[in-house]
Structure formats: structure tokens, C-alpha cells
């Protein structure tokens, strides 16, 4: 057991050791010099023969330069995109509920048509409603005759009581009963319009243009008005162009995009018009556009998002109420950024950071911030300059201070994959 772990304390010093040569780029025999003084040198001297049969005169031998790729970063005025999920909804959306009670007699109309404003969808038997508009209208002409006959005693008692051959209460009542009359008169009008009215919501027709569910209840049946509780739903209609785009904006988001409006001396008005590009999940880019019509008068303090709205034309009828979609919005200003593919970032625990290439062929190791990807490339905000040579290929080869010999080559986007709309396309390296 001893002879193991005396064995495994070998085994860790030698890796330790190994570890800390390829570091420093120093031999075991220097280490050993500079770690134990004098005793050193008796461990120098040796190892001494093991190092001198790594090549001739002692030194170690060296190979010819490692080759890599190496690219400036590619310049070019872009704006930076931020991109949400979000769900269509109709512009108009209407539940068709029933007005009056009664029973349905016709039905009007094909489950899932469009239908346009004013159509006729559903009728209910409308005879009963007929009935008592006419006893409304007879009633009406009631309350006329009566209002008439008392204006009537009313004119005629005027000279009577004036040469007192009626008393002047008599006079009073016929006054009141004329008023009366009139007050019957308005009851009966409006009783009438009711009728009227009823009559009316027999009849029931689109109020909106747009594509038709099902019918919900079929012809026969009775059907029941009141209220959005009690009355019996029949159908319901959505609009189809526009739609709506709803998506949330996260918070920090929503501050960026108001420091952007007070930049512009507009403020929160200046986001609204502003183009939001939308492509549904099975599509490739972002081919369909729409503006920003609307912004939530609060952050949600449950989500901490900000609920925004584009409206989107749907000339095709692609788009349904309740789809899923993603959309990007324009997060930043145009402005002039440098580029490189994402290969070409390395990374440790602690940070991002790019290999350059000096004039002598010395690569140095340069921390980098970076940004989001464009066109396929990565935005490096600081921590190169376009005019440095960066490895884009064959950085697993190299470390910093090492001689490479690099390669030239140009970062360039492919003409064949341009966009009409900020869609992102495939970037090549080219040869110059």
C-alpha cells in the first residue's frame, strides 16, 4: 500500500512538473536549477543527457512555424436586431349572440366562410315579434286619438272659462288629461320602438367583415337572449386583414428602446411606425412586414415585460388568429461595426478573447467584447482595430507568443444569400 501511494506522489509531481515546462517553456533541468539552488545542479547535470538527445548541442529541436488562417475584421453599417415570440390575433373578433329568444328557423351561411359586414347569418322565427309590433303600433294610434280629443277640450274650454260657464277647475282637468294624454302618448312611442327593435334582432346579421366559425346552434332549436351569460352563443367571426402581432419586450429591453426615443427628441411616441419584421416557425428569415401600432401603458410587474403590438398585412391569408410567430424588432441605431465568424472567439473561464497577429508573426492573446450575430458574424464592439490580422482558423495550434506563419484570407458575405429584408445571411471566407 506505502510502495502505491509513493508511486501515485511520483506520477502527480511528474504531471505537475510537465505542466509548469510547457508553461514557462523552460526544461525540467532549469526548473529543477531554479527550484533546489544547489542541488539543482546535480539534477541538471542529470538530466542533462536526456535532454541533449532531443536534438543536437543540447537545445531542443524546433519545427517550422505553425500555418493559420488569419482575417482583418469585416467593416460594414449595420443595426442590431432583437427578435421576440409572438402570437396573431385578429384586429376585430366578434361573439354572435342571440337578442331575442325564440326559435331558429335559418341558417345563412357555410361554416368557415368569409362573410363581409351586414350579412344576413341566422334567423329566429320572427311571427311573435310581428305580433306584438302590431299591437305596439295599435296602442300607438290609442295614445294618438287621445292626445288629439284632449287638445280638442282643452281649446274648446278656453272661451268657456274665460266668460265663466265652466269653472276654472274643469278647465284644470281638461289641461291635466291633455297632459296625460301625452305622457300615454310617449309610453306607447316607445313601447312601438321596442317592438320595432325586437323585430329587428330576428334578423341576425355580420357586423364585422371576416372569416365565420361554425354554427354552435342548428335550426330548430331554441335560442336564448340576456345577457353575455345567459344568451346563447351562436357563433363567433374574426377579421382577417390586418392581424395583430402581439409580443413582450423583457425589461431591460424596454429602457433601451425609451433611452432610443429620447435620443430621438420624440419619446415614446418615436417607436410607434417603427418596422417589425415577422416569419412564421416554418419559414426562413423574416419575410413579412409590419409596423409598431401600439405600446402597453406598464411594465407587467408578474413578468417584467412590456406588451407591444405591430400590425401586419394579410392580403394572402396566410396568417390565423392564434398562430405562433417570431418577430424581430430594430434594437439600435445604424452604426459602423467590425466582424469576425464566430470560430475565430476563444474562450476561458473568465473571458472572450481573439489571437492577433503582429507584423513579426508573434501572435498576442486580446480580450474582446462582443456583440450579437449579423449576417452570421459576430459583432466585436472592442478589443480589435480593423486593421489587425485575426487567426480565424487553426487557433488550437497556437498560443500567445508563438511564431505562426499566416495565412491572408478575407472575411466576405455571400452575394448568393443576400437578403431584401434583415433575414441574416451565410458568410464564406474568401481568398482575397
Do not use: C
Not at 294610434?141 to 282643452?154: G, I, M, P
Amino acid at each position: 500500500m506505502r510502495i502505491r501511494y509513493i508511486a501515485l506522489l511520483l506520477v502527480a509531481a511528474g504531471i505537475a512538473v510537465a505542466a509548469v515546462s510547457w508553461l514557462t517553456r523552460k526544461t525540467p533541468g532549469e526548473l529543477a536549477g531554479e527550484w533546489l539552488g544547489p542541488l539543482g545542479g546535480k539534477v541538471t547535470a542529470a538530466l542533462a543527457p536526456a535532454e541533449k538527445s532531443k536534438g543536437t548541442g543540447g537545445a531542443p529541436q524546433q519545427g517550422p512555424p505553425p500555418e493559420v488562417t488569419v482575417s482583418q475584421p469585416l467593416q460594414r453599417r449595420i443595426a442590431e436586431w432583437d427578435e421576440y415570440t409572438g402570437r396573431f390575433d385578429a384586429v376585430e373578433s366578434v361573439e354572435l349572440r342571440a337578442r331575442v329568444s325564440g326559435y331558429l328557423t335559418e341558417i345563412r351561411f357555410t361554416d368557415g366562410q368569409d362573410v363581409k359586414q351586414g350579412d344576413l347569418l341566422f334567423v329566429i322565427d320572427p311571427r311573435p315579434f310581428e305580433r306584438a309590433l302590431g299591437q305596439a303600433q295599435a296602442e300607438l294610434e290609442q295614445a294618438r286619438t287621445k292626445v288629439s280629443n284632449a287638445s280638442l277640450d282643452v281649446e274648446r274650454g278656453k272661451p268657456l272659462a274665460a266668460r265663466n260657464v265652466i269653472s276654472q277647475k274643469t278647465q284644470d282637468d281638461r289641461e291635466n288629461l291633455y297632459r296625460d294624454a301625452e305622457a300615454a302618448l310617449k309610453v306607447a312611442e316607445a313601447k312601438f320602438k321596442t317592438a320595432e327593435l325586437d323585430l329587428s334582432f330576428t334578423r341576425v346579421a355580420a357586423p364585422v367583415s371576416g372569416r365565420i366559425s361554425r354554427t354552435l346552434v342548428t335550426k330548430g332549436n331554441y335560442v336564448s337572449a340576456g345577457g353575455s351569460q345567459g344568451s346563447t352563443l351562436l357563433t363567433t367571426i374574426v377579421s382577417q386583414k390586418p392581424m395583430y402581432v402581439y409580443f413582450d419586450v423583457n425589461e431591460n429591453n424596454a429602457i433601451k428602446y425609451k433611452r432610443m426615443g429620447e435620443a430621438s427628441g420624440k419619446g415614446r411616441t418615436a417607436l410607434l411606425g417603427t418596422p417589425v419584421f415577422v416569419a412564421l416557425p416554418d419559414e426562413k428569415g423574416f419575410p413579412h412586414q409590419g409596423r409598431l401600432d401600439f405600446l402597453d401603458n406598464r411594465i407587467d410587474a408578474a413578468t417584467g415585460t412590456w406588451r407591444a403590438r405591430a400590425v401586419v398585412d394579410n392580403e394572402s391569408g396566410l396568417f390565423s388568429a392564434g398562430m405562433f410567430s417570431r418577430v424581430r424588432m430594430q434594437g439600435s441605431p445604424e452604426y459602423d461595426a467590425l466582424m469576425l465568424p464566430d470560430e475565430a472567439i476563444g474562450t476561458d473561464q473568465t473571458s472572450r478573447y481573439v489571437l492577433v497577429v503582429g507584423e513579426d508573426g508573434t501572435t498576442r492573446r486580446s480580450p474582446v467584447k462582443l456583440g450579437p450575430l449579423q449576417f452570421g458574424l459576430r459583432v466585436v464592439r472592442e478589443g480589435v482595430a480593423a486593421e489587425d490580422w485575426v487567426v480565424v482558423r487553426g487557433q488550437a495550434k497556437v498560443r500567445p507568443g508563438m511564431k505562426v506563419t499566416p495565412k491572408r484570407e478575407q472575411v466576405t458575405i455571400s452575394e448568393a444569400g443576400k437578403p431584401a429584408s434583415p433575414t441574416g445571411t451565410p458568410i464564406r471566407v474568401e481568398k482575397p
